[in-house]
């Protein structure tokens, strides 16, 4: 009781702070995260702080251009296919790593036979597995071996495979990377305090050919603060200039406040729920496709988006996300029609409704919304909130009936990142169509776009027409930050601070 | 045989209900405590009459409707509305009713528990005893709130499961305090004399031990209703306890935290409601004590 009242006047308190912002007159900048990191190294990091950390400590061979989404070189200057399970790569000269060592052939090669070893444990390891390995052509001229033809390399390639100095790591190992790594991107980190704080300082001799640019902020400060309220007094009070993920109710208060730019845009991320329509789970309603077509009718998905989601979030149809390679969009659609959804139910023999358990494990006021949409035409659900991995077991193992989830496809702009994991007969997979499985299983293994984009097509047609899934909407971020910060932010949820200026 | 008719007055001054009647209106925090919690009960019993709204329908397009006193508000919503533009006075009204029945009901079970154990205890001694303290202090060794997460992790939260836990965890108080009442009185005279007249052993604890150790046990129910209000509030807030879409005050307030900078009436209101009704409890807890220990009474 004591505490709810004492918060419940820190934060009348709070909001008659005027607003202290830091003016970046010393050209550095704080930003907040809300988890720390496992570790600085960044193949042994698979979070989203760490996947962000990484591009502004390292370098990839390659870099997607935010606005316009084609890969140029970075570290590589040209490559081109060999056949379609060599990539040969011309390196860039003149690169240094923040200690001074020379970037060559050596440290590509190092780099890529390391993370290609199983032994070497890389988080996560689909990162890596689809790397042979790599042989040295010259000192400026590598080949990247695949174990197989792999259409996404070069996503992977231009996002988390980053190089590493050969020498500096075969010296410190992994743990020595962990708590002073040394790259050859854009910051070099200076210090940190586990669990608190990690500093940045921009690297002079950045090589001036990279596509990431010129840094502007001097000295970046990078945050953990774990509790959304403590971050927004903070930004409130001038201790972090930079905050995101802000949830949509919130960030509408602040647009309000003034003094701060609130900046929305898209993410990957999308939710779907799925039904047990192949009876791992059991004998459920959800084996009737009337059934699932009625759940479709009946969840109002647009009033979702307009009240809760907001910003950029869209009504999403297709079992992917439209910018994705191979995301059809000419499927069959649902519309929210609960008298719809109610003749289903009836034509498949649940004139009253039936019970049924309901799994989520975030956004639990969304859940509600659709527990309170599908009461409405007679499906009456028990919510069973879990934590995302104790969920995400369940679910693999064939437990859940019936779940509200959602998937961020690792920010990887293709539709195998998504659509084949959830229906290519794997542990994710409750619809177990074999003829899905087939078109899923040819086209996540050849490099013909126009063939890859015909199967996947196929696919997800007969997802939709068969509601395997009902996907939902589209997830937006919140970026919130000082007014006279120059910040963009883009839908692969990669903040680059080394695009970011002070006005 | 008991107190009561010992003290009867014979003399022609007031009779003993009106004695009674006279110390609970003449005791402050009684009539205070009886009062909000006559009230509170009130409310919950009646809410599906006098809840303005549905507490379930939500209205997504007047979420955060602010309360009648603050800026925008308005009498169709006296109390604003929540993250789901549900009513936010009919949610606290069916609230108090998941509030009540879990104190009710959770202190009903481990009432029952603790006294039994707590009687047999002090009535026989010796072993019984021994056994009993055992259990008391195991039960004393495992923090409450912990256990009570750990099962209903395993079980997942319903309020089935969040009584149930609670009734079977809180006896722990009801079992020393009923232990050492009967301690007091078993080897008084009239205990003996019934033992002399050949009442049998269930007898004598029904008729002779329970009425005299009664008081006691109202306070500590009380206590223990309070009790576990509390934790259901923080079982709640933690999402481990009542689940949604019902309605409970250690919920709604979880559900108004995100918003604690902006809207903190979110958090204030149920605040309150918690407060209030325990401070009730506790003061009505505290007035029966007074009123009937021994040395309030003339």
């Known amino acids: ?503 | 045989m008991t107190e009561q008719t010992i003290n009867a007055p014979e003399t022609g001054g007031p009779s003993w209900a009106a004695q009674l009647r006279q110390r609970i209106f003449g005791h402050l925090g009684l009539t205070i405590g009886g009062g909000i919690l006559t009230l509170i009960v009130l409310c919950a019993l009646l809410a599906g009459v006098i809840a303005p709204h549905d507490p379930y329908v939500q209205e997504l397009t007047n979420r955060f409707a602010s309360p009648v006193w603050m800026d925008g508000g308005g009498w169709d919503h006296i109390l604003g509305t929540d993250h789901l533009g549900r009513d936010y006075l009919s949610r606290l009204l069916y609230g108090a009713r998941i509030s009540l029945l879990i104190g009710i009901v959770a202190a009903l079970i481990s009432g029952m528990i603790g006294t039994i154990m707590g009687v047999s205890a002090g009535y026989f001694g010796g072993k019984v005893d021994a056994v009993v303290m055992f259990l008391i202090t195991v039960r004393l060794s495992m923090p409450v709130v912990l256990v009570a997460l750990a099962v209903v992790a395993l079980f997942g939260g319903s309020l089935f499961v969040v009584v149930t836990v609670l009734g079977l965890l809180l006896w722990d108080r009801f079992a020393v305090v009923m232990r050492s009442c009967t301690m007091q009185i078993r080897d008084l005279d009239y205990i003996t004399s019934a033992k002399a007249l050949g009442c049998s052993t269930p007898r004598i604890l029904l008729t002779e031990i329970m009425p005299n150790v009664l008081n006691s046990l109202i306070v500590v129910v009380t206590l223990e209703m309070a009790h576990a209000i509390v934790l259901e509030a923080a079982l709640s807030f933690l999402g481990l306890g009542v689940q949604p879409p019902l309605p409970s005050w250690g919920l709604m307030i979880s559900e108004g935290k995100d918003m604690l900078l902006f809207e903190p009436w979110l958090i204030t209101i149920p605040g309150v409601a918690l407060f209030t009704l325990i401070f009730a409890i506790n003061m009505l807890g505290d007035g029966i004590r007074d009123v009937t220990a021994p040395e309030n009474r003339n």
């Open chain 1, 1 to 503: 009781m004591k505490h709810i009242l004492l918060a419940a006047m820190i934060a009348h308190s709070a909001l008659s702070i005027t607003p202290a912002m830091a003016s970046g007159a010393d050209n550095n900048l704080t930003v907040a995260f809300p988890r720390e990191l496992e570790s600085l190294d960044a193949y042994q990091n698979s979070s989203r702080g760490g996947v962000i950390l990484a591009r502004h400590i390292w370098d990839g061979l390659m870099y997607r251009d935010p606005a316009s989404g084609k890969y140029v070189g970075n570290l590589a200057t040209e490559w081109r296919w060999v056949d379609d399970k060599t990539l040969e790569f011309n390196l860039r000269e003149g690169v240094k790593f923040h200690n001074g060592e020379a970037f060559n052939a050596d440290d590509v090669v190092f780099t890529m036979n390391y993370i290609a070893d199983p032994a070497n444990a890389v988080k996560p390891q689909r990162n890596a597995s689809w790397i042979a390995g790599a042989e040295k052509v010259d000192d400026f001229t590598v080949r990247i071996l695949l174990k197989e033809p792999f259409p996404a390399a070069f996503e992977y390639l231009a996002g988390p495979v980053v190089i590493y100095p050969n020498e500096y790591f075969s010296e410190v190992g992994t743990e020595g990377m962990g708590t002073a790594p040394i790259g050859t991107g854009p910051y070099k980190v200076t210090g940190q305090k586990q669990g608190e704080r990690i500093d940045l300082k921009r690297y002079a001799d950045y090589h001036s050919d990279s596509p990431k640019g010129k840094a502007s902020i001097e000295e970046i400060t990078w945050r953990f603060i774990p509790e959304t309220n403590t971050q927004f007094a903070e930004l409130i009070s001038g201790g972090v200039d930079w905050i995101w993920q802000v949830p949509a109710d919130q960030a509408e208060r602040f647009k309000t406040l003034g003094d701060f730019v609130v900046s929305n845009e898209s993410t990957m991320r999308i939710g779907y729920i799925g039904f047990d329509a192949s009876d791992r789970y059991g004998d459920t309603p959800f084996d009737d496709v009337r059934v699932r077509r009625a759940v479709a009718h009946a969840i109002d998905r647009q009033g979702i988006v307009d009240s809760l989601l907001k910003g950029a979030s869209i009504v999403v149809n297709s079992a992917c996300f439209p910018s994705q390679f191979g995301c059809e969009q000419d499927i069959p659609t649902y519309d929210f029609n609960p008298e719809k959804a109610r003749e289903l139910l009836t034509e498949a023999g649940y004139a009253d409704g039936f019970e049924t358990p309901f799994a989520a494990y975030r956004n639990r006021d969304y859940a509600e919304v659709m527990m309170a949409n599908l009461s409405n035409v007679g499906i009456t659900t028990s919510l069973n909130y879990l934590k995302y991995a104790a969920l995400r077991d369940k679910v693999q193992n064939g437990e859940i009936p019936f779940q509200f989830m959602t998937w961020g496809s690792f920010s990887i702009n293709d539709v195998s990142a998504i659509t084949s994991n959830f229906f290519k007969g794997g542990k994710d997979d409750y619809a177990r169509d074999p003829q899905i499985i087939e078109w899923l299983t040819e086209a996540d293994s050849i490099t013909d776009a126009a063939r890859r984009e015909e199967l996947y097509s196929m696919a997800l047609k007969r997802i939709a027409e068969q509601v395997y899934w009902l996907p939902l909407f589209s997830y937006n971020t919140n970026y919130i930050y000082g007014a006279g910060l120059e910040f963009t932010p883009t839908s692969d949820e990669i903040p680059r601070f080394f695009n970011a200026s002070w006005k």
